[in-house]
């Protein structure tokens, strides 16, 4: 399975940016999706996932960002509204995990930078 995500760039505080996750190879549509970061200094923290259950966020994102997944394309989108400077970090999606640790991830994409400025 590979990842490709994209959609990262600079954005001011408030703004929205929309990122996505192209996965292929041995994908899976039932397989669990998710998106995390890695801010500078900082370990890899979970943001969101979605899986057949539905979806779960991160305190901190949550009732600003939304996951969503279009199995036909194959691809997992997170759309970020009210994007802060502490949103700034670079962004992962990952594939075939249980939970939100990023060690029970299988599957990683090679990070997208977003940076919030102030």
């Known amino acids: 399975v590979q990842l490709q995500a994209s959609g990262g760039g600079l954005v001011q505080a408030g703004g929205s940016l929309r990122l996505s996750c192209k996965a292929s190879?041995?994908?899976?549509?039932?397989?669990?999706m998710a998106w995390f970061r890695q801010a500078p200094g900082k370990e890899r923290e979970f943001v969101a996932r979605?899986?057949?259950?539905?979806?779960y966020y991160a305190d901190s994102v949550k009732g600003r960002f939304t996951i969503t997944r279009n199995n036909a394309k194959n691809t997992v989108d997170l759309q970020m509204n009210s994007l802060k400077p502490e949103d700034t970090a670079v962004y992962y999606c990952?594939?075939?995990?249980?939970?939100?640790?990023?060690?029970?991830?299988?599957?990683w994409g090679q990070g997208t930078l977003v940076t919030v400025s102030s």
């Open positions: 190879g041995r994908t899976s549509s039932t397989s669990t």
């Open positions: 990952a594939q075939k995990g249980v939970g939100i640790r990023a060690d029970e991830y299988v599957y």
């Open positions: 979605i899986s057949w259950s539905g979806t």
